[in-house]
Every structure is written in C-alpha cells, then in structure tokens.
C-alpha cells in the first residue's frame, strides 16, 4: 500500500504565531541623510581608526572568537565602575539578550510583559520564544500608567518584563520611584532596558543590589559602535550563571571582541561625541518647537519624537529633500502623527530642520 508524500510548505510546519508576524525592515537610506535609526553620526579620529586597522590586520580570523573574553569583560567593568558582586554576559547586541532571557523564561503559559509603545522587539522575540506578551499602554504624554501596570502584574504575573530607561521611542526618563514599585510588585525578572544611557543622566545599575530580581541591559550601539552589535547584560552571578548556560558559544565575533576593547580604553573619545549630541539635542528640540504646528517631547536620548499634522506627508516631503528619519504614526495609536528623528551632526541638523519647514509649509 503506497503513501502520499507531502509537500513541506512554511504553512504546514510554521508556527502561526511566525506566519502571522511582519519581517523587521529597515528602509534603503543610500544617498540620504541618515537620521532613523538612533547612530553616532560621527566618525572616528584619524589616529583610532589606524589602531583599529591595524588590529584588524593581525586578527587570528582562521581561528575561533574567545568564548568568554576576561579582557573585553575588565575593560567594560572598568568603563562603567561595575561593582565585583555583580557580573557581566555579552550579546550580540541587545537583540540576542532579550532573546535569551526570553528562551530562558518561556515555561508554558509564560508571559512577557512590557509597556507600549516601546521597542518592537520585545513583542517579536516574545513570539519568536513561544512566550504570551502583554503590552500595558503608557499615558497620553508617555509616562508609566502605574495603576494600570500594577493591575496587570496582578493578573498576568509575568515572567519577564522589560522597561526601557529613557524609553524608544518617546525617549523619555521614566519616574525612578514608579519603576521601583514596579520592580518590587514583579514576580518575576524586570530588566531595565538602558541603551541611551550615555546621553541620559540617571541609570538603575545601583539598584541591582536593592532588588533581586533586577537587571539593567546596555548596549555600546548608540555610542558608535553599531556596526560592531556588541550589548550586554549585568546582574549577579546568581543569575548571570544561569543565564551564561542559553549564551550561544562564541556569540561576540573575533574582530568585535578585539575593536570593542580598543575602542574602550578611549571611552573618552566616543563620551565626548555623546556629549556633543547632547548639547545639539538641546538646540534641534528648540528649532523643533519654533515651528508651527510641530510639537517635540522632551528627550533623555539621543532622537527627539516629535508630533506632527499630516505626518505621512512630511515624512515623504523630507525624503524627498533627501532627508530619512523613522515614520511611527502608525506604529501604535499613541503615536498617531508622530515622528522620530535622531540627532546627527550639526550640519545634518540644519538640513534636516530646513527641510521639515519646507515640508510643513507645503502641506499647510
């Protein structure tokens, strides 16, 4: 008696759950003026760029990466003043952190709590794991909802839950005395999200010790080091050793490893272009708010959400003028109109504050 073979299709043997998911896209940005995606617009020195080729020349790239390089792991530790109680797992970016931590929570019936609107990425790894996600929206101005939070801890008792400290894409400093209550109230892991910490002026790395069940990821991306993906996560070595066990081997690349560390020792150098954001932050939300009909919300990042009428059109009216910032306005209902620029060089800047008049002029 004879079978029939099936044909293996995506929709025989996919998860829904991934049939029903959108890719992440980034846009085609050659030839623009790339404000969209939160980079360091600036290059390196002369002098760090040598050393770095110089490096990279001599890189043993027939070999395997260290699987847990001490040395990368002692310069961070140095750079952010790390206490010796607490521990240090690299990611490849933030991205495979959050996927890890995910992996490592997703019991049956898990679920991944987060606020909304905040990084996307939390929802699709949370699907990617097999994880339930529940998103509890913020207030109108994008402050933490606490009632609303407690209750749904309450309910859903989460596994995991990620805060984003400033928060993407609103790009503010949440209340350091409600994201307590909320930490405590957590039944579970609350990992504090800081990859904009080097243009904001607080972080929750001394609270670790006050609350067990805290872990503050960063990431070295907004710094200028995103064509590198290097993130990492800090918490103690109870949980740390742990979550070392989900860490694919040899995650953080040979060349990574050995730039990263270099660029390290002259953390100063990318410190001061992040200060130099920082002041031109101040300047691009004045321009922003001298132009009728724009209203920006304050940041502790290095990008400015702004709302806008007709913000489709002013987002094609700026690529148009060969400018790319980030289109939300239809990424949560919260953000309707809104836009998001990053902060670039001053010159990027003018262009882009040039441009957006223009654009809003044309659509009056």
């Given at each position: 008696m004879s079978s029939v073979r099936r044909t293996a299709t995506p929709d025989s043997l996919l998860r829904q759950e991934v049939l029903d998911m959108?890719?992440?896209?980034?846009?085609?940005?050659?030839?623009m003026i790339k404000l969209d995606a939160m980079e360091n617009p600036y290059p390196l020195p002369q002098w760090l760029s040598e050393q770095i080729a110089s490096l990279a020349a001599g890189a043993a790239i027939n070999r395997y990466p260290d699987a847990d390089p001490r040395s990368l792991k002692d310069v961070i530790r140095t750079v952010i003043d790390l206490p010796r109680d607490l521990d240090i797992l690299l990611g490849n970016g933030s991205d495979e952190i959050i996927q890890l931590l995910a992996l490592a929570t997703a019991k049956q019936n898990a679920v991944l709590l987060s606020v909304e609107p905040s990084f996307v990425m939390y929802k699709m790894i949370a699907a990617f794991t097999g994880m339930q996600y529940v998103g509890v929206p913020l207030a109108n101005d994008f402050t933490l909802d606490v009632p609303a939070l407690l209750a749904a801890i309450e309910q859903q008792q989460p596994a995991l839950m990620f805060l984003s400290y400033p928060n993407n894409p609103s790009g503010n400093l949440f209340d350091a005395q409600a994201m307590a209550r909320i930490i405590e109230a957590a039944p579970g892991l609350v990992v504090v999200d800081e990859a904009y910490y080097n243009f904001a002026d607080s972080s929750f790395l001394p609270m670790i010790k006050h609350h067990p069940n805290l872990l503050v990821m960063r990431t070295f991306s907004k710094l200028g080091m995103a064509g590198l993906r290097l993130g990492f996560l800090v918490g103690s070595k109870t949980w740390l050793g742990q979550l070392e066990k989900l860490r694919l081997p040899y995650n953080i690349s040979v060349l990574t490893q050995l730039v990263a560390?270099?660029?390290?020792?002259?953390?100063d150098v990318l410190q001061s272009q992040a200060e130099q954001i920082k002041r031109d932050r101040v300047m691009v939300y004045e321009h922003l708010e001298a132009i009728d009909g724009v209203q920006p919300y304050p940041s502790a990042a290095n990008f400015i959400l702004f709302r806008v009428r007709h913000a489709g059109k002013i987002f094609q009216g700026l690529k148009e003028r060969g400018v790319l910032i980030k289109d939300l306005s239809r990424a949560h209902?919260?953000?309707?109109?809104?836009?998001?620029?990053?902060?670039?060089?001053p010159q990027e800047n003018e262009c882009f504050v040039q441009a957006l008049q223009e654009s809003v002029r044309q659509c009056v």
């Open positions: 959108q890719a992440y896209s980034t846009p085609d940005s050659v030839g560390e270099q660029l390290l020792r002259s953390h209902p919260l953000l309707s109109d809104c836009l998001r620029v990053t902060i670039g060089t």
